[in-house]
């Protein structure tokens, strides 16, 4: 889940309970999640330049920490992560969001055939920020290779050549369709969200409405009224049940939420 | 689940993958409750006098050094157990099995009203043990309880008082049906079962076939042909697909696994 | 540590390394306790109206998410407590502070005798609070004992009479000299701290200089500047290398930290 | 510390209070290193073909389930190791000892500039276990560095050739002095220990007199009586206090532990 918008309290984002747009959708979005029990991160924007994260390898619903942070920090941005462990170490490093410098990155989804690869795709890394890794996951990888194709400048030209890459080398290696991903990575002012797996079979993405429009939809919803107009929430389930108010992130796309117009257009990976 | 019988290496009966009767219905046991992720713990008697436990906050699934024990220890009598918190802290000393010199103990259930019951509980745990209560949860409680009234001379006798008491403090204070378990308790040398709540819809409990019958009807199944004449298994859930199997623990009942002559007996509370 | 003074980084308290009276004197606590590894928590008034606490059983230094909190979170008010564990679990729940409604409490030291007088202790809790403890420690007892002989109204009167309480009942099981503690507990709005040993060797206690003297000896300190006149520190060992920054707190001795003037006064235990 | 020798309990290695020059030793060994709590391990030779491993971040001297383990396990070859972490993340795949296959490996020490070094290192590791290092540490990287350069096969030559890699890689980042190590490794028949430094200033490394040749000394230490023959031990430090009782391994040695008699060589690392 991606929040961005007014500064809100993590706690009404992540645990409050029903009578919200948001808090009821995000409470399904766990709820839908439980079962995931192999750790969890929150990242955010708040003091200083570099985003925090929270990372933990007990499930979310049992880390009384967790709780008591949600109450206190208040974020215009905010990635949440619930983590089902596809092979790789239950270890605080390996749990999302990822941090390098300003952004963040999460992942849902894998790289099929990543144990064989992970050799050839490290090798990709640019070496400056090589031993910057530090967890053994598909997805810290993916994040790696991003970077060392531009993430930071064009982020989603530099995606594109991460899974183009990614594809290349599954091609050398005879794996077939080897993403299976959304993604979605930020530097604190914007968010970019993507939706692409190789078989063309992407698991779900919606974005939330435009606040002005939701409005318009539900005058009396109190959450909508004091919602900032650029709010947008990305999440992986379509939740709540306010007609209208979620749309899907067609396959093969990206999308960037950010002040002014949000945007969303065609993601082709580039070999 | 409690197992009972020629000596096993635990992986065999929690982990191993189908193939047997027991590895079968057992690793179904785990797959059936695998959404409860409060903590887990096993014992079993092994070196020494008293049974060892392993017990940690972290789902079972998750644990690799569970994975690596349950490789190296080989025991006659096993309990395992997965925890789904009621209430009470998800912490170490909250996990089942619980042990007191050479018993051990475990279940599953609740007290309905113990947080406002707890007091006039605790008053009644024998002053000798009672610093040696170590967690917070109604099990341990009734656990101690019984050790109060017993349980090391007269076991049924003992969780009959113990009951009995928790339904005498909840008609004081108001509280209807407070009783809903399935307990397991041993010596080392036997292992008694209990079924009953105070309203009569008591969850299921089941106890595995004899085993010498159980060769009749399956002259084939090379685990039947291992396992000792005194194997039995008690478990929350109807598992496996052999017909003849299991049988279920009367509303009311405890049992009593041990060598010769196992037995099943109507389980009245003492007021 | 108890810090109380204008909104400070949690970092800034507990991790920055030298260059400030505050951070130093921090940093040579955590560097003089380093081999107390039986877990850590901070407590802190912040957003609502109850004071947020995170602890953890890890030892201090390697847990990424404190670093991560420490950098996010400013406060008023902090307590940091780091745990030699005295005999009893080391979980969550038996780490410092404890919390219950707006107070906060930490001790260093122990109740001798702590698991033979347990039970008669805990009959002295107020029932409607007795539910309310979580964890198994000494130190959670005496809050407790605290809490329900009027903590809340007159602070140093019902830490007198909970230790005259505890050294009664030591008396009663002959056990000599129960007592040994400093305490810290908080509302918000003052902090009062104790020292007292029922054997009068007490474990040290300091609080700092006032913050105008304290500018006056050192007119070229940065940090000092920027301190609000009301800060003030309260440590258990005598830290920082400026003379005259640290002023111990005598043998039997409460102290109040509080806007306006500070007040420090006999403690005598009322059995 | 490396024990090789008749089935013992791993308790009275490793948590056995005096009485034996064995524990005594041992547990000397356990208190000069408490302040090392970034997790600990214990890895031995018991059922099946592969050792067994139990690591944990926590302190050693706070896991309850390593007690417990450690009163069932009897082993005739166990290693125990307590981390010092230097620099990479406190978590379960970072604690030693490491194992691949039959082997264990455990290393005190460090790489001066692993960081700088470590993408062009890890290009040295075999491909096909590439994807088998589950950590972030230099420790790890040295093992598969080893097992890259044939450590099944000739376990000094192996090492040699990895110390001599790692010095050579270190003169082309211009980094000096960048091995510091006491390493043991073993495939549960023998037991190969390293004491070596670029320097020429190793940590120390102790290993136990010949067993008949104490008994000479102390004929009524029963301890000693009931030792094997071949029992030996590998220590970091000079412990126990029982003269005659440990030999110093020379700077740049390796030693070989095994059926029959052991043996101690010069070590020079291959570039």
Tied chains: 1, 2, 3, 4.
Excluded at 16 to 44: C, E, Y
Excluded at 243 to 266: K, M, T, Y
Aim: charge should be negative; hydrophobic fraction near 40%.
């Amino acid at each position: 889940m991606a929040y961005y918008g007014s500064p809100m309290l993590v706690d009404d984002l992540i645990f409050k309970p029903k009578h919200s747009l948001i808090d009821q959708s995000l409470h399904s979005t766990m709820g839908a999640t439980t079962t995931n029990g192999d750790g969890f991160g929150i990242g955010w924007y708040g003091e200083g330049p570099e985003p925090a994260i929270y990372k933990n390898v007990s499930p979310a619903w049992n880390d009384a920490n967790l709780h008591e942070i949600a109450r206190q920090v208040r974020t215009p941005l905010l990635f949440a992560h619930i983590r089902a462990a596809t092979g790789t170490a239950v270890q605080r490093s390996n749990c999302h969001p990822f941090r390098w410098g300003r952004w963040l990155w999460m992942h849902n989804g894998m790289i099929n055939g990543f144990h064989e690869m992970k050799r050839d795709l490290m090798l990709q890394v640019e070496p400056s920020i090589f031993a910057d890794m530090e967890g053994s996951t598909d997805s810290e990888m993916l994040f790696f290779l991003a970077l060392s194709f531009g993430l930071t400048d064009d982020p989603i030209r530099a995606v594109e050549r991460a899974v183009g890459l990614v594809e290349k080398v599954a091609s050398d290696h005879g794996i077939p369709h080897p993403v299976q991903m959304t993604v979605a990575t930020a530097n604190g002012e914007s968010v970019w969200a993507f939706r692409y797996s190789s078989e063309g079979k992407s698991r779900s993405l919606f974005f939330s409405t435009d606040v002005t429009r939701l409005r318009e939809l539900y005058p009396d919803n109190p959450v909508l009224l004091n919602a900032g107009d650029e709010t947008r929430l990305v999440v992986s389930e379509p939740l709540g049940d306010l007609p209208g108010a979620w749309n899907e992130v067609p396959e093969s796309s990206a999308g960037i939420v950010r002040p002014g117009v949000d945007e969303l257009i065609p993601f082709r990976p580039v070999a």
